[in-house]
Structure formats: structure tokens, C-alpha cells
């Protein structure tokens, strides 16, 4: 009898690697769920210099299941560097990186293992769902209406609408893709899931989209890095990965124009919302912060200042005096509401 690629277990389909940095206290919920797909998932703890109970956690994990789940320890070097870690010691076809206070719905990852054989695809694509802290609805972010379902596709097939962005949580990619390309990720930098999206686009040729709620990203933690508080302190963190995203897409040739689009729209979201942190912070150090962002890019591309300085984005966070500061905020909040988001 002819086994399945779900069957055989030298046949690993999908390296997920789990960044850890104290996460002794959820890091159990995110491994259990990517245990249940079995030997087709590659399980890569990476352990990022943890100082509580996380690397006996990964260690026992890996002495029960042998086969399926590796420990890296590593000196702290960001969420970033555990990334390229778990990069480096892949062997599956495809890579995901699943931050260990979030996990995968069982039902969904055995869904994604099904489809993936038949695709050889650079980036799968999957629903994410905001798993906030106190709330009982949770919010699911689809792509039905902008991606095409059933079939390979490429850029020209994208619609996504504006303000409505592929994140870390929703993307699989190719394995070599990532590899051959030789993706780099700064260390002790927070927010660069970002970049780790944004860097590989230009290699990516087909897609394929899954209506599957997939990722479950736990948000509302008092220190998570989408916490508003959070992101103040570390404001100067997402301005350095802003600046490395305006500059990386300057520094390229990009002939595909319906990836252009994409890309100076992902450069404007991520730029919306480090201005919308700053207004927000409201001080004379983070207004200043905040021109300077803009006159950053300005300087770098003019042609995607233009493109993003008047957008409805470029437009919502730029409007004049303490009067627009505080309508830019409100519509900020109104959306908050609305998506659940942070």
C-alpha cells in the first residue's frame, strides 16, 4: 500500500519554529498544537536565552518525542535571531514561525498538511484570528474577497484592500526560498516579524490561499510588544525597522508592478502605525520623532514618499495641529475597537 506524505515519517512537510524567551507559562498550549500534526511537522524550540523554566520545558519535549521536536539553546539574541536559528536548522519544504504565546488550531494545521504536497508554492497563505485577552468574539482576518481560492495565483491576482496587510501570523513560506535568498533579521530588535514578510516578496512568484483560521495570535498581555505602552518604550525599535523597510525597498529594482503596489502599501501600514504610537505618545521627543520618520523616507525614495505621504494613511496621521493629532487618534481607536488589534 502507497503511503501518504501525512504518513511517512521521513517525509516533513513543515518546520515550524517556536522563538522562546521565558515563555514557561504558555509555551506548552503552542508545542501541544503543533504536535498533533504529527511526523509531516518539524518542531524547532528555539531557546533565546531564557532565564525560567523554558529550556527544561524544551528539553523534555524533545526527549518525548524524539522524531519530531528539537531544543536549540542559544545567548539571548532577540526574536530575530531565534528566527534565523530555526531558519538555518530547517529541513522541511515549508517554514513558519509560530511565537510561543500563540498557536495553530489543529483542525486547520491538518488542513494546510493536506494541501501543502500538492502545492509547491514560495508562500502559502492562511486566515490568523486576534485571541484577545477578556474577549469572547474573536476576530478572524480572512482574505476571501482579495485572494483567489482553489488555484495558484500571482501579484497580478492580489487585491487586498487598503489597510489590509499579510502579517507573520498569516504566511508560509518555501524553505529554500528563505534560505537561498539568505534572509537576515537584526538582533535584540522587537517588530522585526515585519521584515521577515516584507524582505522575501521579490522572490515570491506563487501564492496560494487557504480559507483556514490557522494562527492563533494570543494578544492583551500586560508585556506583550503590541501592548501601547510597550511599544512607546520601544518606539525606537519600529522606527529602526520601519527606516530598514523604506530603505530595502529603495535599494530594489522591482519590475513587477502589482508587487510595487504591494509593497509601498505594506512600507505605508507599517509606517501609519509608528506615527500613530508616536502621536499618541504626544511629546515633543515623538513629534519630532515622527518628522523626521517622514522626512527619512522623503529623502530615501521620493517616489514612495509621494506614494504614501498621500495616501489615506499618509493623509490620517499627517493632519496639522492638535486638532488632527487627536481626529488621527480617534479614528486610530474607532479601528482598534473595530479589529480588536493590540
Not at 270 to 290: E, F, P, Q, R, Y
Request: hydrophobic share 40%.
Amino acid at each position: 500500500m502507497t503511503r501518504t506524505p501525512l504518513e511517512d515519517e521521513f517525509v516533513t512537510l513543515l518546520s515550524a519554529v517556536v522563538p522562546c524567551y521565558n515563555s514557561e507559562d504558555y509555551m506548552g498550549r503552542c508545542v501541544d498544537a503543533l504536535l498533533t500534526g504529527g511526523a509531516a511537522v518539524e518542531i524547532i524550540i528555539v531557546d533565546d536565552g531564557s532565564t525560567d523554566g523554558t529550556a527544561a520545558i524544551a528539553d523534555g519535549y524533545a526527549a518525548r518525542y524524539p522524531q519530531q521536536v528539537r531544543a536549540i539553546h542559544q545567548p539571548n539574541g532577540g526574536h530575530g535571531a531565534a528566527i534565523m536559528t530555526g531558519l538555518h536548522a530547517a529541513t522541511g519544504d515549508y517554514f513558519k514561525v509560530v511565537d510561543s504565546d500563540d498557536w495553530l488550531d489543529p483542525a486547520a494545521l491538518q488542513k494546510v498538511l493536506s494541501a501543502l504536497p500538492q502545492n509547491s508554492v514560495d508562500m502559502f497563505i492562511c486566515n490568523y484570528v486576534y485571541d484577545k485577552v477578556g474577549k469572547k468574539h474573536k476576530q478572524a482576518m480572512n482574505f476571501r474577497r482579495a485572494l483567489p481560492q482553489n488555484r495558484a495565483f500571482t501579484w497580478q491576482d492580489v487585491k487586498l484592500p487598503p489597510g489590509k496587510y499579510l502579517l507573520m501570523h498569516s504566511v508560509i513560506f518555501r524553505t529554500r526560498l528563505l534560505q537561498e535568498m539568505h534572509l537576515t533579521l537584526p538582533r535584540h530588535t522587537f517588530y522585526v516579524d515585519n521584515l521577515f514578510v516584507f524582505k522575501p516578496l521579490p522572490y515570491v512568484h506563487t501564492m496560494r490561499y487557504l480559507d483556514a483560521d490557522l494562527y492563533h495570535y494570543f494578544i492583551g498581555r500586560a508585556d506583550q510588544s503590541v501592548n501601547e505602552q510597550v511599544m512607546i518604550k520601544r518606539i525606537d525599535q519600529q522606527l529602526q525597522v520601519n527606516r530598514a523597510m523604506i530603505t530595502y525597498y529603495a535599494g530594489r529594482q522591482i519590475q513587477d508592478a502589482h508587487l510595487a503596489r504591494y509593497m509601498q502599501s505594506y512600507v505605508c501600514i507599517v509606517t501609519g502605525i509608528s506615527s500613530i504610537v508616536l502621536l499618541n505618545d504626544g511629546s515633543m521627543a515623538s513629534l519630532t520623532k515622527h518628522h523626521a520618520l517622514w522626512q527619512f523616507m522623503a529623502h530615501t525614495d521620493a517616489a514612495l514618499y509621494r506614494h504614501v505621504r498621500y495616501s489615506i494613511v499618509g493623509w490620517g496621521v499627517n493632519m496639522p495641529g492638535r486638532g488632527g493629532r487627536r481626529l488621527s487618534l480617534a479614528i486610530y481607536h474607532m479601528l482598534q475597537r473595530f479589529y480588536s488589534f493590540n
